[in-house]
């Protein structure tokens, strides 16, 4: 079992940064792909990020604003987020895959992942 806690959200003006952090209890990340998703009310779950083994994938819409990096020594993924913009409000839940083959081609799919945080919400104000 791997337990997740993410931590780092708040609010910001557009254009600021913020970096979430999300930690991993019981077991380590290793190379699991670890996804960053994001959702408002009303919407469904939107995969906007994922890292894991030598693999990177981003949504079109945070493509080089957003960055994802691992601490294997604090087993902890980070999101560096860049740039934002009032429409990048939500809350943020990070997620990990059972098994340690990286990431693929459904990285943003839900059902990849059996672990996921609690979430952090993310606020940008304009």
């Known amino acids: 079992q791997v337990q997740l806690v993410e931590s780092g959200g708040g609010s910001v003006q557009a254009g600021g940064s913020l970096r979430l952090s999300c930690a991993a209890s019981?077991?380590?990340?290793?190379?699991?792909?670890v996804a960053w998703f994001r959702q408002v009310p009303g919407k469904e779950r939107e995969g906007v990020a994922a890292?894991?083994?030598?693999?990177?994938y981003y949504s079109d819409s945070v493509q080089g604003r957003f960055t994802g990096s691992q601490d294997n020594a604090k087993n902890t993924v980070y999101l560096q987020m860049n740039r934002l913009k009032p429409e990048d409000t939500a809350m943020y839940y990070c997620?990990?895959?059972?098994?340690?083959w990286g990431c693929g081609g459904r990285w943003n799919d839900t059902s990849q992942y059996p672990y996921w945080g609690q979430g952090t919400q993310v606020t940008v104000s304009s």
């Open positions: 997620a990990a895959d059972r098994f340690f």
């Open positions: 019981g077991e380590t990340f290793s190379s699991r792909c």
């Open positions: 890292t894991g083994g030598s693999s990177a």
